[in-house]
């Protein structure tokens, strides 16, 4: 399983990529929406992490940008401490789930994928 963290903070998404990693899981990380879809360009991702407030390119408009280019897209997951966007606005533009910060992506994970499907991946 491949993960990709837009997350303009350097502290928690470095947390986000260690919890990542205890799980066996693979992950990427950008620090905003520009960088986010310059790593769609070259790498396939089974899930993508995006923070809302960033520089350069917000989560919203990373999320707009992202399925206009890329349709396809793995399910994307917004985590957010504060938002000028409600939670129904960002499922309309194609976010697939929301979570507040802070979290634990173990937990999170727990939630969204079943725990033999979370292994499985866990593998590959």
């Known amino acids: ?21 205890d799980l066996k899981i693979t992950s990427f990380a950008a620090s ?19 923070d809302v407030e960033m520089p350069f390119m917000n989560g919203m408009d990373f999320i707009i940008n992202a399925k206009k280019k890329y349709p396809n897209l793995p399910p994307i997951h917004i985590m957010t401490g504060h938002s000028p966007f409600s939670e129904e606005e960002f499922y309309q533009h194609g976010a697939t789930g929301y979570v507040t910060k802070p979290f634990f992506v173990s937990e999170y994970l727990e939630k969204i994928i079943p725990v033999e499907r979370l292994k499985d991946l866990a593998c590959e």
């Open 1 to 21: 399983m491949k993960v990709l963290i837009i997350e303009d903070h350097p502290v928690l998404r470095e947390l986000l990529i260690e919890q990542l990693k």
């Open 32 to 50: 905003n929406g520009i960088e986010g879809l310059s790593m769609l360009e070259t790498e396939i991702f089974d899930l993508i992490f995006v």
